[in-house]
C-alpha cells in the first residue's frame, strides 16, 4: 500500500519516493541523503535534508543537487522578491527582468548575461514549474567556494541548485522539485549552455 504521507514521518516519504524512482536513501548521522536518477539521462539528482542544530541551521533546510557539464560561463541566481530585494535596487543592486510583470514582481533574478537569462525563463513550462513553489532558491554553483561544498569537482563541471529552508515531507512536493530540475537543465541544454552528456561526477 503507497501512503504516501507525512503522518507516518517525512523519511517513509522520502524512502517511497526513492524506491518508486529506482534510487537510494541514506539515513545518516547528521544528513540524509537521497539519490534519484533523472529517468531516460545520464544525471542523478542528489536531496539532502538538514536538521535544525546541524552546523548552527536555525531551521530544517532541503536541498537538491544536479551536477551538470557546462559549456561555458553562464550562472544565474533566483528566489522569491522580498523588501530586502526591494531595497537593495535603490543602492544599485539590479535584478533582470524577463519581460513578465507577474514573474517580475514575484522573482529576482541575477546572472551573467542578460540575454541567457530572459531566453531561459521566457520557458513558459519552466515557469510553471517555479511559480508551484511556494519557496524557491535556485542558482548554479559554479565558483570554486561555491564548489568546494561539493567534494573534489572535476574541470568544467558545474552544480544546479534548489535550496529550501524547511523539511519537504511531501510526496508531491519532492516531485515538484524533481521536475524543476529536470526541466531547468533541460532548458539549460537548449540554449547550449549546458551538455546533454553525462557529467561522470555524482555527489
Known amino acids: 500500500m503507497k501512503l504516501r504521507s507525512s503522518v507516518y514521518g517525512w523519511k517513509s516519504v522520502w524512502m517511497e519516493f526513492s524506491e518508486e524512482r529506482a534510487g537510494s536513501f541514506d539515513e545518516g548521522s547528521n544528513v540524509f541523503v537521497m539519490r534519484v536518477p533523472v529517468k531516460g539521462k545520464p544525471f542523478t539528482i542528489t536531496f539532502t535534508m538538514r536538521p535544525k542544530g546541524h552546523k548552527g541551521a536555525v531551521a530544517d533546510t532541503t536541498t537538491a543537487f544536479l551536477p551538470f557539464r557546462s559549456k561555458g560561463e553562464f550562472s544565474f541566481a533566483l528566489n522569491n522578491r522580498n523588501w530586502i530585494d526591494d531595497a537593495s535596487k535603490i543602492f544599485g543592486a539590479q535584478d533582470i527582468e524577463i519581460g513578465d510583470d507577474a ?92 551538455s546533454a552528456q553525462d557529467p561522470n561526477f555524482d555527489l
Open 103 to 194: 514573474f517580475d514582481r514575484d522573482y529576482i533574478i541575477k546572472g551573467s548575461d542578460k540575454d541567457q537569462v530572459a531566453r531561459l525563463f521566457s520557458n513558459e513550462k519552466l515557469k510553471d514549474l517555479i511559480t508551484e513553489q511556494k519557496s524557491v532558491k535556485l542558482s548554479i554553483h559554479d565558483e570554486p567556494k561555491e564548489l568546494a561544498e561539493h567534494g573534489t569537482v572535476p574541470p568544467g563541471i558545474h552544480v544546479l541548485a534548489f535550496n529550501d529552508k524547511e523539511a519537504i515531507n511531501s510526496f508531491d512536493r519532492l516531485n515538484q522539485v524533481y521536475d524543476l530540475m529536470v526541466e531547468l537543465l533541460e532548458q539549460l541544454i537548449t540554449i547550449d549552455v549546458a
